[in-house]
């Protein structure tokens, strides 16, 4: 061992424990020597502190999501903003980082902004990888199902605006089952298991999502999306102005479906994103930094330990309802 520590400082509840465990795994590796260990809410003294939620304290954060939803902008009790406790701050693309430099309450500079990426997709694109080179050359498709995949994010009780499809979309779930091989991934808040999605996805054909990180990792993967818009896009354009997903559905970036029929047209019809979705991906989670994200995320880690300073900054009292994450 190299004397060298990354402590992980996990969530208080067990909701998203396994991407919190996967994202750690893969950062450890690529650190080689360096010793590891995670602690609940708290920070490890004399160790880089990483963590994969806004409201925990440590040296560096990157969210636990790929979404935007305005995550890093949340403000703290003190009215200013949780980002700016942290050293380093990782996001997945330019898009993200202009964002976060143009606001005026964000006080990191440009070098404390890294582009990382997503590690959830140096995996998916692996193994969609693999299988490709599995599956048989010209098998035939005559008579196959197209296999759709409805993959919600999850929508608060409570929510002034409607954002998420789930649990309206259920009503329409038969018609697909006859028409479509059709399968659905809930949000790990409202199913028992809480495994992120992963093989339905490669799986998939076409897939049905609101805002969340699987429209990003659907998109990267080149399948193309449909948003249910009849249900969901007045809650979306209302909600978290400035985000990503808000101009997705301004810009009508993607697939659009503006009632059932429609979508089940475009699902017929929809073989890979366009060129706008390319263009835009390329902005957000450039494909530069595929296979690559695991590895700058220790990058960060390690110059955190090469300042000699492993100060964390005091945090303010986090808000009750943010311990929930």
Same mark, same amino acid.
């Given at each position: ?123 998916? #694109? ?39 499809? %789930?649990?309206?979309? #259920? ?83 993607? #697939? ?27 902005? %957000? ?41």
């Amino acid at each position: 061992m190299s004397g060298k520590k990354v402590n992980y400082v996990y969530v208080s509840g067990e909701n998203l424990r396994q991407l919190e465990e996967e994202f750690a795994a893969g950062i450890t590796h690529e650190l080689g020597d360096w010793s590891s260990s995670s602690t609940i809410v708290t920070t490890s003294p004399g160790d880089v502190n990483v963590t994969f939620f806004i409201y925990r304290r440590a040296h560096i954060m990157m969210s636990h999501g790929v979404a935007d939803k305005n995550y890093l902008l949340r403000p703290d009790e003190l009215g200013g903003l949780e980002v700016n406790k942290y050293r380093t701050v990782c996001v997945p693309g330019p898009w993200m980082k202009r964002k976060l430099l143009a606001h005026p309450g964000v006080e990191l500079s440009e070098q404390q902004i890294k582009i990382v990426g997503w590690p959830r997709i140096d995996k998916l #694109l692996a193994e969609q990888a693999r299988q490709r080179t599995l599956s048989v050359p010209d098998a035939p498709t005559e008579g196959k199902k197209i296999k759709v995949l409805w993959a919600p994010t999850h929508g608060a009780a409570n929510a002034k605006h409607v954002v998420s499809s %789930y649990p309206s979309f #259920l009503g329409y779930e038969e018609k697909l089952k006859e028409l479509f091989d059709y399968d659905s991934s809930l949000h790990p808040n409202v199913r028992p298991s809480k495994t992120p999605t992963f093989q339905k996805l490669i799986d998939a054909d076409v897939v049905i999502a609101d805002r969340g990180t699987m429209v990003y990792e659907a998109w990267a993967l080149g399948k193309p999306v449909i948003f249910p818009s009849w249900l969901i896009k007045k809650g979306n354009i209302k909600t978290c102005p400035g985000s990503a997903e808000n101009h997705i559905f301004q810009e009508k970036i993607g #697939l659009h479906a503006r009632s059932f029929e429609e979508l089940i047209g475009m699902i017929y019809t929809a073989t890979k994103p366009d060129a706008t979705v390319e263009a835009f991906m390329e902005d %957000y989670l450039p494909a530069a930094t595929h296979g690559k994200s695991y590895k700058l995320l220790a990058n960060a880690v390690q110059e955190i330990w090469a300042s000699n300073d492993l100060r964390i900054k005091k945090k303010v009292k986090a808000p009750e309802a943010s311990l929930k994450a």
